[in-house]
């Protein structure tokens, strides 16, 4: 059975931060300190972090 795929859910969990500071982090807002970012940046790849393809096109728009 393959693996579920890591979420900023579960990222977040793992930090003790919330869901909106990992994507914050992830999209390097100027709200996230360094040091989170850099927390979160590193957690991610270690986990092998993928971002949802499909959460992106509707936060951006182009789902038609």
Do not use: C, W
């Not at 996230?32 to 936060?59: D, M, S």
């Amino acid at each position: 059975m393959p693996e579920k795929p890591i979420t900023i859910k579960e990222i977040a969990r793992q930090l003790g931060i919330s869901p909106s500071a990992v994507s914050r982090a992830l999209h390097d807002h100027s709200s996230i300190g360094l040091k989170t970012k850099l927390q979160v940046r590193e957690l991610a790849e270690r986990l092998n972090y993928i971002p949802n393809q499909t959460a992106l096109f509707f936060k951006e728009g182009k789902t038609k």
